[in-house]
């Protein structure tokens, strides 16, 4: 294995000795670097070309803190510090990058194997740090988890933040633990064989702690972003902020082993160069995957619907290996709530949950009334692996007022009824951590900025995004820490009542998505979805390797039948969320019937059932 990328920023130690120290920053005025411990000195800067300036220092030992002195007064942290042990106005840190790894074997897993659980560290588990996780894996990969994604973990503001305020790119949260132990977490996931998918925010950066308009134009103001200024992507002296960025993903992929970055809300990375900075980041990251030897995958999340973000370079897109489908989860969520306002106003109907099914995108240039013009572009040759889909997400969830789960919102029945339309699905499924035993705890956006005017408008913001859906009351106040520690998971919930039934539901449906073919086939060609809208229900058969499947979902009042459809050989049931195992009525669908004849299959009300073509019996 090569290195390929080595770290160009920052304060790197050298193997022949000493710390060089590089920073981008035209907008000082004869740059140094304070040290401020152990012993205090300044050490000059010396100018490099388009505005860098760097200094090989000897002496300088892992623990030792500094500032960069901009001159006029300014200290300011470096904007690629390893680690601000002292929060985001603090000195930073030299860090040693020497670990122990034990993950030598590991090379990561094809994104069709993907079974992602989304997390935030701070609510996973009561203390809230990267170490308290790695007692939690067991149970991921007892349910079948693959892949876990961690949001954002950017030095942020105090200890308590979603992570997408992150100021400090290159530093892990100091709260969270830090470098050393982020990497602790990465090596115990690989020797358990899960990936690692890192949330990262390339599309602004937070309000406190924010110092890059110090050092240089990392910011413009011929764009703006529902957070400010955007990001200077294609702007004079865009070439320096593109490798700030592009160094910052490899730094995670590289030194913290990471399997694949998360984009966040790529569509506000505004950029209208010829060689779009998304295109460029995922060449850049796919290089150094070939250099180790490791299978790293770059997803974005975008609100957009361009599926040139995932179209190959060949094809004229950007080359990305994945993005979130956030048209699977506001049909599935619209057809099962009944909720309309806000962006659910252009959902509602089943026909669009099997439309997405089919095509991954329900929007592929039709007219979207809540946007009030024609949204999203045409999916075709697309695999399902392209696509990253969830019936929760900590967006989905968080940016509810009282950031409510599902479950609280639609009866058992059609809870289990929305886990089968996820894992049953052609597409990368993501849970949200504690969905699959129906975690009570709700999501709330949250925070622990420390500037009072600061508080008081995110308060005011959060009301203004609330006003589109209509609801009623106050929102939980984002700075208070019982707001945060409301959020905290119950996970013994798993093993009580329904709760342990969902998990049983969730833990048998990801070993079948596994070990039945034409599940783990993602094609949406290899399957046939077929809309019955006067019985509320559709049917997907899915064929691979000369085995056939059959899925029956159902969203009535009132039982109804559904024809199964005709072949050679038997129909076996493999699960029914119906079965009193999980929680049913127990109105059990038969074990067994001949596919040969065009029997019908009653469905009870809000139900699904998997049934597999074949000669022998099967068994959940």
């Known amino acids: 294995m090569t290195l390929g990328w080595k770290p160009r920023l920052g304060a790197v130690r050298l193997e022949g000795g000493g710390t060089r120290f590089r920073v981008w920053a035209p907008h000082a005025r004869n740059p140094a670097v304070r040290l401020v411990s152990p012993v205090e000195r300044r050490i000059p800067l010396a100018a490099r070309s388009h505005g860098w300036y760097e200094a090989t220092i000897d002496g300088i030992d892992p623990g030792a803190r500094y500032f960069y002195d901009l001159g006029e007064g300014k200290e300011r942290p ?3 510090s390893r680690h601000q042990p002292e929060g985001v106005h603090g000195p930073s840190e030299v860090v040693n990058v020497d670990f122990g790894w034990t993950d030598d074997h590991w090379h990561g897993i094809s994104l069709s194997k993907y079974i992602i659980y989304e997390l935030h560290i701070g609510t996973f588990t009561e203390a809230g740090t990267f170490e308290s996780a790695i007692a939690e894996l067991d149970r991921l990969v007892e349910l079948g988890i693959t892949a876990v994604e961690i949001m954002p973990v950017a030095q942020f503001p105090g200890g308590r933040n979603w992570g997408y305020d992150g100021v400090g790119l290159f530093a892990p949260q100091s709260t969270y633990g830090g470098p050393d132990d982020l990497k602790k977490l990465v090596d115990a996931c690989h020797a358990q064989g899960l990936a690692v998918v890192l949330d990262v925010v390339y599309n602004h950066l937070g309000p406190e702690g924010n110092y890059l308009r110090d050092f ?23 070439d320096q902020v593109r490798e700030f960025f592009i160094e910052n993903a490899l730094y995670w ?5 990471i399997d694949a970055l998360r984009l966040d809300a790529v569509h506000a990375i505004l950029d ?20 180790l030897d490791r299978r790293i995958h770059v997803i974005a999340e975008s609100d957009a619907g361009d599926a040139r973000l995932i179209r190959s370079t060949d094809a004229g897109g950007y080359g990305l290996d994945a993005q979130w489908n956030d048209d699977f989860h506001h049909a599935v969520h619209a057809a099962l709530t009944g909720e309309r306002s806000g962006y659910y106003h252009d959902f509602g109907t089943i026909a669009q949950i099997a439309e997405s099914y089919q095509h991954g995108f329900v929007f592929r240039g039709q007219y979207s009334a809540y946007r009030r013009r024609r949204h999203g572009a045409d999916t075709r040759k697309l695999s399902g692996k392209r696509f990253v889909v969830c019936v929760q997400n900590h967006d989905q969830v968080g940016n509810r007022m009282l950031g409510e789960r599902i479950d609280n919102l639609v009866d058992f029945e059609r809870r289990k009824l929305a886990v089968g339309l996820l894992l049953l699905s052609p ?14 705890a709700p999501f709330q956006y949250f925070v622990s900025h420390t500037d009072p005017g600061l508080v008081q408008a995110v308060r005011e913001g959060r009301k203004r995004e609330f006003a589109s859906f209509g609801w009623k009351g106050e929102p939980p106040d984002p700075q208070s820490e019982e707001t945060f520690r409301r959020c905290v998971l119950r996970p013994e919930q798993r093993n009580e009542g329904r709760h342990a039934a969902l998990y049983d539901l969730y833990r048998t449906l990801i070993r079948l998505r596994r070990t039945l073919t034409p599940l783990a086939e993602l094609s949406p060609e290899t399957q046939n979805v077929v809309s019955a809208p006067e019985a509320d229900a559709f049917t997907v058969v899915r064929t691979a390797a000369g085995e056939s499947i059959a899925a029956f979902f159902h969203f009535g009042e009132s039982a109804t039948k559904l ?3 005709r072949g050679e050989g038997t129909w076996h049931k493999c699960i029914a969320s119906s079965d009193a195992r999980f929680g049913g009525a127990g109105d059990e669908l038969p074990d067994q019937l001949p596919a040969t004849e065009q029997r019908p299959l009653e469905m009870p009300p809000g139900a699904f059932a998997l049934y597999r073509l074949s000669s022998e019996e099967s068994t959940a």
């Open 427 to 440: 597409f990368i499924p993501l849970l949200f951590m504690g969905e699959e035993y129906g975690e009570t």
């Open 253 to 257: 992929v590289t030194e913290f082993h």
């Open 216 to 238: 240089g134009p990392y910011f413009t103001d011929r764009y703006h972003t529902p957070w400010g200024e955007a990001l200077n992507f294609d702007g004079p002296d865009s």
């Open 272 to 291: 209208q160069s010829a060689r779009p900075f998304l295109q460029e980041l995922a060449a850049a990251v796919h290089r150094q995957a070939v250099h």
């Open 563 to 565: 024809p199964l459809p």
């Open 78 to 80: 470096d904007p690629a």
